[in-house]
């Protein structure tokens, strides 16, 4: 059997125990203040604190480190305003009956409706696109595995990189989302996953209610 070309793992810091739960304590208490907001300044941002972010995003892990992903950093405000036209249409759809009356009911507590300001207001739309072929280099053509679930933690590490840098942001999955491929030219191969709204909040942000009861730890974990 062919050996694997593996290196050895020379980065990874071993923290005493005490450290340990010190430093869990503290991204908790970090973490916690992450919150959704749909009211941004328009105040400018470093296209490097994007990119290094996105970096960060790229690190995750995926299927046969395939990497399934991609990423459209959207500043231009034309291309904003197309996204916001787009994404405003199709939500008009949503919200006037197509989500069906259960999905509705459950939006009422974040006040959410089919106006989407913040989709030019904010400085940065980051437009998040997962990959059926692809593999390490880029002319590659081989199957993914586990897009979704891949692409899913990329989206996670971004937006923790993001509060992290000290931005705030928003996830926008207008349905349907394919008005993205043709607006941030990707092809075929590409389906668009989710579109992030990162910038500065607004003044007068606010965070409803309902959005800041989380479950307690007895409900979304077991020990065993």
């Known amino acids: 059997m062919k050996a694997h070309d593996c290196s050895p793992l020379t980065d990874f810091i071993k923290y005493p125990a005490a450290e340990m739960l010190e430093r869990s304590e503290r991204f908790y208490q970090d973490i916690k203040r992450r919150h959704s907001i749909r009211s941004f300044s328009d105040k400018a941002v470093d296209k490097a604190i994007i990119e290094n972010c996105l970096k960060a995003a790229g690190t995750a892990p995926s299927g046969a480190n395939h990497q399934p992903w991609h990423f459209v950093?959207?500043?231009?405000?034309?291309?904003k305003k197309q996204i916001r036209e787009?994404?405003?249409?199709?939500?008009?759809?949503?919200?006037?009956?197509?989500?069906?009356?259960?999905?509705?009911?459950?939006?009422?507590?974040?006040?959410t409706d089919a106006n989407k300001p913040y989709l030019?207001?904010?400085?940065?739309?980051?437009?998040?696109?997962s990959q059926k072929k692809g593999g390490i280099n880029e002319e590659d053509k081989n199957t993914n595995y586990y897009v979704?679930?891949?692409?899913?933690?990329?989206?996670g590490f971004l937006i923790n990189a993001l509060h992290n840098a000290g931005l705030a942001t928003l996830t926008h999955t207008p349905?349907?989302?394919?008005?993205?491929?043709?607006?941030?030219n990707r092809g075929d191969n590409?389906?668009?996953?989710?579109l992030l709204i990162a910038g500065y909040p607004a003044e007068d942000a606010t965070v409803p209610a309902h959005a800041q009861v989380k479950k307690s730890l007895s409900d979304i974990a077991t020990f065993l």
């Open 73 to 79: 950093a959207v500043s231009s405000t034309e291309i």
């Open 190 to 194: 590409e389906r668009a996953y989710m």
């Open 148 to 155: 979704h679930e891949s692409v899913g933690i990329a989206t």
């Open 86 to 111: 787009q994404a405003e249409h199709h939500e008009r759809g949503f919200y006037q009956g197509r989500a069906g009356e259960e999905w509705l009911d459950a939006l009422k507590d974040l006040g």
């Open 175 to 184: 349905k349907p989302m394919s008005f993205l491929n043709k607006v941030c």
């Open 120 to 129: 030019e207001h904010a400085p940065w739309l980051i437009a998040i696109f």
